[in-house]
């Protein structure tokens, strides 16, 4: 069992920044990816960005490449989404979500899900 507990969100105005927190718990030995999804009502929930627990290799999606950065602290079993330059377009409910071992699938197939922290930005 995983816990996922996200914070950080916000109210900004475009072209500022937001940092956002996923902090994980329980058998968080048998995490492999930690990604983060947003979506909007009236749309389907979309992939943004992943790490991979151990390498740090990371995943993104193609409209927020220079924009956003994902990283972790294993230390601390938290994962972080640096997210600048934000667009009215980022606007969404953001998920942490984690993946057990053995998938290999950093877009998809995630187990486990934090109850979400709301992004809006202003034009």
């Known amino acids: 069992q995983v816990q996922l507990a996200e914070s950080g969100g916000g109210l900004v105005q475009a072209g500022g920044s937001l940092r956002l927190s996923c902090a994980a718990s329980g058998r968080t030995f048998s995490i492999d990816f930690m990604g983060w999804f947003r979506q909007t009502p009236g749309k389907e929930r979309e992939f943004v960005a992943a790490?991979?627990?151990?390498?740090?290799?990371?995943y993104y999606e193609d409209s927020v490449k220079g924009r956003f950065t994902i990283s972790r602290d294993n230390a601390k079993n938290t994962v972080y989404l640096q997210m600048d330059s934000l667009k009215p377009e980022d606007t969404a409910l953001y998920y942490c979500?984690?993946?057990?071992?053995?998938?290999?699938?950093?877009?998809?197939?995630?187990?486990?899900w934090g109850q979400g922290t709301q992004v809006t930005v202003s034009s």
């Open positions: 979500a984690a993946q057990p071992l053995g998938r290999n699938r950093p877009m998809s197939d995630y187990d486990y």
């Open positions: 790490i991979n627990w151990s390498g740090g290799r990371t």
